[in-house]
Protein backbone atom coordinates (compact mmCIF):
# COMPACT_ATOMS: atom_id res chain seq x y z
CA UNK A 1 0.00 0.00 0.00
CA UNK A 2 1.52 3.55 -1.38
CA UNK A 3 2.11 6.19 1.27
CA UNK A 4 0.24 9.31 -0.11
CA UNK A 5 3.01 11.90 1.28
CA UNK A 6 5.75 9.67 0.04
CA UNK A 7 4.51 9.83 -3.44
CA UNK A 8 3.86 13.25 -3.58
CA UNK A 9 7.93 13.94 -2.31
CA UNK A 10 8.80 11.16 -5.33
CA UNK A 11 6.85 13.10 -7.60
CA UNK A 12 8.14 16.57 -7.07
CA UNK A 13 11.71 15.23 -7.41
CA UNK A 14 10.78 13.39 -10.24
CA UNK A 15 9.14 16.46 -11.80
CA UNK A 16 11.82 19.01 -10.90
CA UNK A 17 14.52 16.67 -12.50
CA UNK A 18 12.94 17.52 -15.74
CA UNK A 19 13.70 21.08 -15.55
CA UNK A 20 17.08 21.13 -14.40
CA UNK A 21 19.22 24.12 -13.56
CA UNK A 22 16.16 26.68 -14.47
CA UNK A 23 13.50 24.65 -11.93
CA UNK A 24 9.83 25.82 -11.14
CA UNK A 25 8.10 27.91 -9.23
CA UNK A 26 5.32 26.50 -5.95
CA UNK A 27 2.63 27.54 -8.32
CA UNK A 28 3.71 25.79 -11.24
CA UNK A 29 4.68 21.97 -9.18
CA UNK A 30 1.48 22.35 -8.46
CA UNK A 31 -0.56 22.64 -11.50
CA UNK A 32 2.08 19.94 -13.36
CA UNK A 33 1.14 17.47 -10.35
CA UNK A 34 -2.64 18.63 -9.52
CA UNK A 35 -1.65 19.09 -6.12
CA UNK A 36 -3.22 21.42 -3.84
CA UNK A 37 -1.21 24.98 -4.18
CA UNK A 38 -1.15 24.88 -0.10
CA UNK A 39 -0.57 21.55 0.40
CA UNK A 40 2.85 21.77 -2.29
CA UNK A 41 3.68 25.14 0.02
CA UNK A 42 4.06 22.78 2.91
CA UNK A 43 5.95 19.68 1.10
CA UNK A 44 8.19 22.73 -1.00
CA UNK A 45 9.05 24.17 2.69
CA UNK A 46 9.82 21.15 4.00
CA UNK A 47 11.94 19.37 1.39
CA UNK A 48 13.76 23.11 1.06
CA UNK A 49 14.12 23.69 4.61
CA UNK A 50 15.79 20.00 5.00
CA UNK A 51 18.17 20.80 2.21
CA UNK A 52 16.50 18.80 -0.51
CA UNK A 53 15.87 21.22 -2.45
CA UNK A 54 17.53 24.67 -3.66
CA UNK A 55 15.75 27.64 -4.38
CA UNK A 56 17.02 30.58 -6.55
CA UNK A 57 16.37 34.51 -6.75
CA UNK A 58 13.94 34.13 -9.16
CA UNK A 59 11.62 31.71 -6.46
CA UNK A 60 11.88 28.87 -8.44
CA UNK A 61 13.25 25.60 -6.93
CA UNK A 62 15.56 23.13 -8.12
CA UNK A 63 17.08 19.39 -6.56
CA UNK A 64 19.45 20.29 -3.50
CA UNK A 65 23.08 19.00 -3.47
CA UNK A 66 21.69 17.48 -0.41
CA UNK A 67 20.35 14.24 -2.31
CA UNK A 68 24.37 13.85 -3.04
CA UNK A 69 24.19 12.32 -0.11
CA UNK A 70 21.94 9.81 -0.31
CA UNK A 71 24.20 7.73 -2.54
CA UNK A 72 26.02 8.24 -5.70
CA UNK A 73 25.24 4.45 -6.71
CA UNK A 74 21.12 5.72 -7.53
CA UNK A 75 22.82 8.29 -10.02
CA UNK A 76 26.22 7.39 -10.91
CA UNK A 77 25.92 7.82 -14.52
CA UNK A 78 25.21 11.52 -14.04
CA UNK A 79 26.73 12.16 -10.64
CA UNK A 80 29.37 15.01 -11.19
CA UNK A 81 31.74 13.38 -7.90
CA UNK A 82 31.45 9.96 -9.74
CA UNK A 83 32.80 11.12 -13.05
CA UNK A 84 35.01 13.50 -11.69
CA UNK A 85 36.52 10.90 -9.13
CA UNK A 86 39.32 9.53 -11.46
CA UNK A 87 40.89 12.99 -12.17
CA UNK A 88 40.33 14.68 -8.71
CA UNK A 89 42.36 10.93 -7.92
CA UNK A 90 45.34 11.67 -10.51
CA UNK A 91 45.19 15.66 -9.27
CA UNK A 92 45.84 14.31 -5.78
CA UNK A 93 48.76 12.43 -7.50
CA UNK A 94 50.30 15.26 -9.33
CA UNK A 95 50.33 17.92 -6.25
CA UNK A 96 50.30 15.44 -3.06
CA UNK A 97 47.43 17.81 -1.30
CA UNK A 98 44.24 17.10 -0.30
CA UNK A 99 41.48 17.73 -3.37
CA UNK A 100 37.58 18.61 -2.81
CA UNK A 101 35.02 18.89 -5.18
CA UNK A 102 32.03 20.94 -3.89
CA UNK A 103 28.58 21.91 -5.72
CA UNK A 104 26.29 24.69 -5.22
CA UNK A 105 23.52 24.45 -2.24
CA UNK A 106 21.56 27.45 -2.43
CA UNK A 107 23.84 30.42 -0.35
CA UNK A 108 26.31 27.55 0.89
CA UNK A 109 28.42 24.85 -1.12
CA UNK A 110 28.55 21.45 -0.47
CA UNK A 111 31.41 19.08 -0.34
CA UNK A 112 30.69 16.48 -3.24
CA UNK A 113 34.12 14.59 -2.41
CA UNK A 114 37.43 15.00 -0.45
CA UNK A 115 40.56 13.35 -1.30
CA UNK A 116 43.16 13.28 0.98
CA UNK A 117 46.56 12.76 0.33
CA UNK A 118 49.32 10.81 2.90
CA UNK A 119 50.80 14.34 4.20
CA UNK A 120 47.29 16.15 4.25
CA UNK A 121 46.81 19.54 6.48
CA UNK A 122 43.98 18.80 9.23
CA UNK A 123 40.77 20.52 7.97
CA UNK A 124 37.22 20.46 8.91
CA UNK A 125 35.89 20.02 5.51
CA UNK A 126 34.29 16.28 4.86
CA UNK A 127 31.87 15.27 2.18
CA UNK A 128 28.26 16.40 2.33
CA UNK A 129 29.63 18.95 4.49
CA UNK A 130 28.87 22.81 4.20
CA UNK A 131 30.67 25.86 3.96
CA UNK A 132 30.28 29.65 2.86
CA UNK A 133 30.58 31.25 -0.39
CA UNK A 134 32.35 34.18 0.49
CA UNK A 135 35.61 32.79 2.51
CA UNK A 136 36.45 29.78 0.81
CA UNK A 137 38.08 29.18 -2.59
CA UNK A 138 35.49 26.91 -3.87
CA UNK A 139 33.10 29.43 -3.00
CA UNK A 140 34.17 32.19 -4.15
CA UNK A 141 35.23 30.02 -7.75
CA UNK A 142 31.35 30.31 -7.79
CA UNK A 143 30.55 33.68 -7.87
CA UNK A 144 33.35 34.68 -9.27
CA UNK A 145 32.52 32.31 -12.53
CA UNK A 146 28.20 32.29 -12.07
CA UNK A 147 26.23 35.04 -14.21
CA UNK A 148 26.84 38.43 -12.91
CA UNK A 149 23.25 39.01 -11.73
CA UNK A 150 23.44 35.55 -9.63
CA UNK A 151 26.61 36.20 -7.65
CA UNK A 152 24.79 39.77 -7.36
CA UNK A 153 21.96 38.36 -5.90
CA UNK A 154 23.93 35.63 -3.82
CA UNK A 155 26.14 38.17 -2.38
CA UNK A 156 23.09 40.51 -1.49
CA UNK A 157 21.61 37.63 0.60
CA UNK A 158 24.87 36.69 2.64
CA UNK A 159 25.93 38.35 5.75
CA UNK A 160 30.08 38.64 5.57
CA UNK A 161 30.91 37.16 8.85
CA UNK A 162 34.45 37.04 9.96
CA UNK A 163 36.03 33.65 10.26
CA UNK A 164 39.39 34.35 11.07
CA UNK A 165 41.84 37.15 10.52
CA UNK A 166 41.56 37.36 6.95
CA UNK A 167 38.52 36.75 6.12
CA UNK A 168 37.47 39.85 4.05
CA UNK A 169 33.98 41.12 5.00
CA UNK A 170 33.95 44.52 2.89
CA UNK A 171 31.76 43.79 -0.25
CA UNK A 172 33.69 46.30 -2.88
CA UNK A 173 36.72 44.67 -1.86
CA UNK A 174 35.16 41.23 -2.01
CA UNK A 175 33.82 42.30 -5.85
CA UNK A 176 37.73 43.54 -6.37
CA UNK A 177 39.50 40.01 -5.83
CA UNK A 178 36.19 38.10 -8.04
CA UNK A 179 36.69 40.26 -10.31
CA UNK A 180 40.73 39.41 -10.70
CA UNK A 181 39.49 35.82 -10.48
CA UNK A 182 37.33 36.14 -13.47
CA UNK A 183 40.44 37.15 -15.58
CA UNK A 184 42.99 34.85 -14.15
CA UNK A 185 40.62 31.63 -14.11
CA UNK A 186 40.63 30.81 -10.21
CA UNK A 187 39.63 31.40 -7.14
CA UNK A 188 41.72 31.55 -3.91
CA UNK A 189 41.49 31.35 -0.24
CA UNK A 190 44.15 32.80 1.89
CA UNK A 191 43.56 31.52 5.02
CA UNK A 192 40.17 33.38 5.26
CA UNK A 193 38.09 29.86 6.54
CA UNK A 194 40.45 28.13 8.49
CA UNK A 195 44.14 29.08 10.05
CA UNK A 196 47.16 27.52 8.22
CA UNK A 197 44.87 26.67 5.22
CA UNK A 198 45.70 27.86 1.44
CA UNK A 199 43.04 27.14 -1.15
CA UNK A 200 43.07 27.17 -5.31
CA UNK A 201 39.79 26.85 -7.11
CA UNK A 202 38.49 26.70 -10.63
CA UNK A 203 35.28 26.02 -12.08
CA UNK A 204 33.76 23.25 -13.83
CA UNK A 205 31.31 23.52 -16.31
CA UNK A 206 28.30 21.68 -18.11
CA UNK A 207 26.82 21.60 -21.28
CA UNK A 208 25.00 24.86 -21.45
CA UNK A 209 28.17 26.41 -20.41
CA UNK A 210 26.99 27.48 -16.69
CA UNK A 211 29.13 26.10 -13.83
CA UNK A 212 28.30 23.18 -12.44
CA UNK A 213 30.96 22.47 -9.57
CA UNK A 214 33.97 23.36 -8.37
CA UNK A 215 37.33 22.01 -7.67
CA UNK A 216 40.15 22.65 -5.40
CA UNK A 217 43.69 21.84 -4.00
CA UNK A 218 44.31 22.79 -0.43
CA UNK A 219 47.21 22.51 1.83
CA UNK A 220 49.76 24.03 3.76
CA UNK A 221 50.27 27.79 2.87
CA UNK A 222 54.19 27.44 2.91
CA UNK A 223 54.11 24.69 1.09
CA UNK A 224 51.48 25.81 -1.43
CA UNK A 225 52.88 28.98 -2.50
CA UNK A 226 56.08 27.62 -3.16
CA UNK A 227 54.27 25.23 -5.95
CA UNK A 228 51.62 27.99 -6.63
CA UNK A 229 51.94 27.74 -10.62
CA UNK A 230 52.70 24.34 -11.01
CA UNK A 231 49.56 23.78 -8.61
CA UNK A 232 47.54 25.96 -10.84
CA UNK A 233 48.86 24.40 -14.25
CA UNK A 234 47.39 21.02 -12.68
CA UNK A 235 44.09 22.36 -11.54
CA UNK A 236 43.30 24.20 -14.74
CA UNK A 237 43.87 21.20 -16.65
CA UNK A 238 42.13 18.81 -14.76
CA UNK A 239 39.24 21.43 -14.27
CA UNK A 240 39.41 20.96 -18.25
CA UNK A 241 38.71 17.77 -18.16
CA UNK A 242 35.92 17.53 -15.53
CA UNK A 243 34.15 19.96 -17.84
CA UNK A 244 34.77 18.08 -21.21
CA UNK A 245 33.65 14.60 -20.05
CA UNK A 246 30.29 17.31 -18.44
CA UNK A 247 29.81 18.47 -22.14
CA UNK A 248 31.31 22.04 -21.03
Known amino acids: MSVKSAERVLRVFELLAQHGASGLTVKEISEALSFPQSSTTNLISTLYEEGYLEIQPSKRYKLGAKLIQLGSSARESLDIAAIGAPYLAGLMELTEETVFMAVLAGDELVYAAKIDNNRSIRTTARTGGRKPLYCTGLGKAFLAFMPDAESKALLDSIELTPITANTITVRDELDTQLGLYREQGYAIDNEENEEGLYCLAAPVYESGGRI??????????????????????QLLQTAGQISARLGG
Request: net charge positive; glycine share 10%; proline share 5%.
Open 212 to 233: EGAISVAGPKERMLRRKDSIVE
